[in-house]
């Protein structure tokens, strides 16, 4: 059985090293920097799941007043396809609720095929959008 709760400071290097274990970290990130940033906002939007007194899987999420976020969904490879990143899913969905957030979103990329089937598996579809971004504050 595993535990899903907010993420705490002494989790920080268990979860970057699950982050580039699932392939999610980019050279041009800084993971610890995204970490402490998310931790600075206190709203325990960003959640870990843990089993054993480990973390197995985290999801950060995000509500800026009109939509919620997801990001960061990862399940260590020896407990995917057991649930958790749907429990996970479910969890933040309820807390965006419990916000008023109306509505939530997420990023994956082209061609993570079998991740975008995952979401498509619960309900998420494609918005047909483009994701734009600017670098503000170089890391």
Wanted: net charge neutral; aromatic share 8%.
């Amino acid at each position: 059985m595993f535990i899903i709760r907010p993420i705490e400071n002494k989790d920080v290097d268990t979860v970057v090293e699950l982050w580039e274990t699932c392939h999610l970290t980019r050279p041009w990130n800084h993971p610890e920097i995204d970490i402490f940033r998310k931790i600075q906002q206190k709203d325990d939007l960003f959640l870990v799941a843990e089993k054993d007194h480990m973390v197995i899987a985290t999801l950060m999420g995000g509500y800026d007043g009109h939509r919620g976020w997801i990001h960061y969904l990862a399940v260590q490879p020896k407990y995917q396809r057991l649930g958790i990143a749907t429990a996970l899913i479910q969890n933040i969905e309820k807390r965006l609720i419990a916000m008023g957030c109306p509505k939530v979103q997420l990023m994956v990329r082209a061609e993570n095929h079998a991740v975008i089937q995952f979401y498509e598996q619960l309900d998420f579809t494609d918005n047909k959008v483009t994701c734009l971004g600017k670098r503000l504050i170089p890391d």
